[in-house]
């Protein structure tokens, strides 16, 4: 990595965790507070802190990133700070819809189409042989990486991790720069995480994936952003049916990977 995805990177890790060692020593409020999976309590000021940090690493990669961090990070606190619970997953978001229910997380499901579409069309901007129906695919990839991002954040690092994993080989080429800006911020972002002290949230979450999907549009022509969107829309209609974590803790390697970091219990 070198030049401007390495300057990304850089200030993305130090934004993230300057910004988390800031919003916890200044922000009180019980609402930012959530019960972990272990039953302990949590900050979700990791989330703004994620996309303080990714957006100042994206914006050296130009506005795309930086609009699908800021606005899906900020339909995800949406969801942090105003969401009830009561409908889960997309079958539940939809399925309130047809009754006549508009929750957040319809709310949000709708704003991440929207950032994901102004996002690709930011990145598509001056790009040849790009058509409308390529940057309609790219933005449901933004989209879809979001909502997926979001699907994973149920244990320590695990949102994270997948972020730095999706990452890696996309820091090469057009769209280096948002892709080390989102495992740059991970990077800062893990400590805190890995310890059982902070939680990306639907903020971070949300930013993360979007920010990697932003990344996958600015190097992908249509092909890639096909098998991208079909990959990401299998992952959601499976987790619908299965768990990701008992399917994580009953694959040896995928659960040492996923313990990795985190202190003994």
């Given at each position: ?12 890790g ?31 000021l ?20 930086v ?8 339909f ?17 978001h ?7 229910e ?22 598509d ?24 991002a ?22 090469g ?37 979007a920010?990697v ?18 990959v990401?829309t ?7 049916k ?9 694959t ?14």
């Amino acid at each position: 990595m070198s030049g401007r995805p390495l300057v990304a990177a850089v200030l993305a890790g130090i934004g993230a965790a300057g910004a988390h060692w800031v919003l916890t020593r200044t922000v009180r409020s019980p609402r930012w507070v959530r019960t972990n999976h272990a039953g302990e309590p949590v900050t979700l000021l990791e989330g703004p802190a994620y996309v303080t940090g990714a957006a100042l690493g994206a914006a050296w990669g130009g506005p795309a990133g930086v609009v699908a961090t800021v606005g899906s990070g900020a339909f995800g606190a949406l969801d942090d700070l105003a969401g009830t619970g009561s409908s889960k997953g997309l079958r539940g978001h939809l399925g309130a819809a047809a009754r006549g229910e508009v929750t957040t997380g319809a709310v949000k499901v709708l704003g991440l189409g929207a950032t994901g579409l102004l996002a690709a069309t930011l990145a598509d901007r001056g790009r040849a042989r790009s058509s409308v129906l390529d940057t309609l695919v790219g933005g449901a990839v933004v989209a879809g990486a979001a909502n997926l991002a979001n699907l994973l954040d149920l244990r320590p690092g695990r949102a994270l991790k997948a972020t730095l994993l999706a990452s890696l080989p996309l820091l090469g080429g057009p769209g280096a720069a948002n892709a080390a800006a989102a495992a740059g911020a991970a990077l800062g972002a893990l400590p805190p995480d890995l310890a059982g002290r902070a939680m990306l949230g639907d903020t971070g979450a949300n930013a993360a994936g979007a920010l990697v999907g932003t990344a996958v549009v600015g190097r992908a022509g249509r092909g890639g952003r096909l098998a991208t969107l079909a990959v990401l829309t299998a992952l959601t209609l499976l987790s619908e049916k299965v768990s990701f974590t008992r399917v994580i803790e009953s694959t040896p390697g995928l659960r040492a990977l996923d313990a990795w970091g985190r202190p003994a219990r």
